[in-house]
């Protein structure tokens, strides 16, 4: 026996022995295999960051592009009809790097702008012949049934970073983004306010209430007894965006009728969770 062979963890070993030997017996579900990887972590051959990540890859592949797309209602679109000082206007309040076109109506998606290609024009002085035709780039489209890892294994050959989403009648619900593919991978920031994922609205006090943004804007009116139009914006984070005027960042606050609501959790591109404090009752 080498030195180096007599310096092997016994442990480390076992495992060896073991992973071997269900890859000898030809797995085929994904239960056995998660099942032996979660006991390694359990045996701290694996540490739980990893186990994580390998069980939001195998995930990824069992799951569609509608279950991670940020809806219709919550997207920042560009009209084609503008201006570049109104398209810098609205680049610089809402802090995205990407941006569909859309010509008269948010169906008509014209391509993707890159907040990027507006420096030259803004360095160089080209606002007077300024066309957004001319910067725009090719938008592609998929279907919300789209498995991730292939959307993700399309995103990585074409280089691109956003995607439009379209239903099955052609209409755009959505879009999606290479940072949300990879997110269902390596996982989120857990926040400290937790909502069941079977229900939109967690009373927190007699006043207050955590509510996913996603929440339909017919259930929240249900809940509180209000007649917020859902003509617009089907979700209340569509509705709270519109009042705001851009992506609000984590606690800021904003007053829509007699609701006080803070933002509790949101990223660069959405708002995922509010906090609702409802009037002082007599």
């Known amino acids: 026996m080498t030195d180096d062979q007599s310096t092997i963890d016994p ?6 022995d073991k992973i071997a030997q269900v890859f000898s017996d030809e797995p085929t579900d994904k239960k056995s295999l998660l099942e032996l990887l979660r006991n390694a972590e359990q045996d701290q051959v694996l540490d739980a960051d990893t186990l994580g990540i390998i069980e939001g890859a195998l995930q990824v592949s069992s799951m569609q592009v509608r279950d991670i797309m940020i809806p219709r209602s919550q997207v ?10 109104e398209i810098l ?5 809402a802090s995205h790097s990407r941006f569909p076109v859309v010509g008269e109506n948010v169906d008509n998606v014209m391509g ?11 360095l160089n002085g080209g606002q007077e012949k300024f066309n ?4 725009v780039r090719p938008a592609t489209f998929v279907p919300e049934s789209k498995r991730l890892n292939i959307l993700l294994k399309e995103f990585r050959e074409t280089r691109q970073h956003m995607a439009i989403v379209i239903d099955e009648y052609g209409s755009v619900c959505g879009v999606v983004t290479i940072e949300d593919v990879l997110e269902q991978i ?3 920031i857990e926040d ?6 079977d229900s939109y609205i967690k009373k927190f006090d007699e006043q207050n209430y955590i509510v996913k943004a996603l929440t339909p804007v017919d259930e929240f009116n249900e809940y509180f007894d209000t007649e917020f139009s859902d003509q617009e914006f089907t979700t209340i984070g569509g509705l709270v965006l519109q009042e705001f005027g851009h992506i609000p960042e984590r606690g800021e606050m904003i007053s829509i009728g007699d609701f006080d609501i803070i933002i509790l959790n949101a990223d660069s591109r959405q708002i995922k969770l509010l906090k609702v404090t409802t009037p002082e009752t007599a």
């Open 112 to 122: 993707i702008l890159l907040a990027k290609d507006l420096l030259p024009l803004v």
């Open 192 to 197: 400290e306010f937790d909502v069941d994922d």
């Open 11 to 16: 442990r480390a070993k076992s495992w060896i």
């Open 76 to 85: 920042v679109t560009v009209a084609a009809n503008l201006g570049l000082s």
């Open 132 to 135: 957004i035709k001319d910067i």
């Open 89 to 93: 206007d609205l680049v610089s309040r």
């Open 186 to 188: 390596v996982g989120e």
